[in-house]
């Protein structure tokens, strides 16, 4: 599976809210969970994450992000919504 590092944007469909406050929660290709933080409101969304940090886990590995700047180099998030 490709590697997604921290300060990268991807781009993700957010499929529901996530368990703490204002989160929203989104899923790659290939089944990796992607945590956003202050999107809740944009669920049924695809948007542009720009990644904070990737976590070990169980089932794998989560990502851990937060919404892009309109702007953030939309040219750079690769396709990796589900």
Not at 13 to 34: C, I, P
Not at 42 to 61: A, H, K, Q
């Amino acid at each position: 599976r490709p590697a997604v590092l921290p300060g990268e944007a991807i781009r993700v469909e957010l499929s529901r809210v996530g368990k703490e406050a204002g989160q929203a929660v989104g899923y790659l290709d290939d089944g990796t969970m992607v945590v956003v933080a202050d999107a809740s409101a944009r669920v049924g969304t695809i948007v542009d994450v720009l990644v904070n940090r990737v976590v070990p886990s169980s089932g794998g590995r989560m990502i851990f992000g937060k919404l892009a700047e309109p702007g953030a180099a939309p040219a750079q998030a690769e396709e990796r919504h589900a």
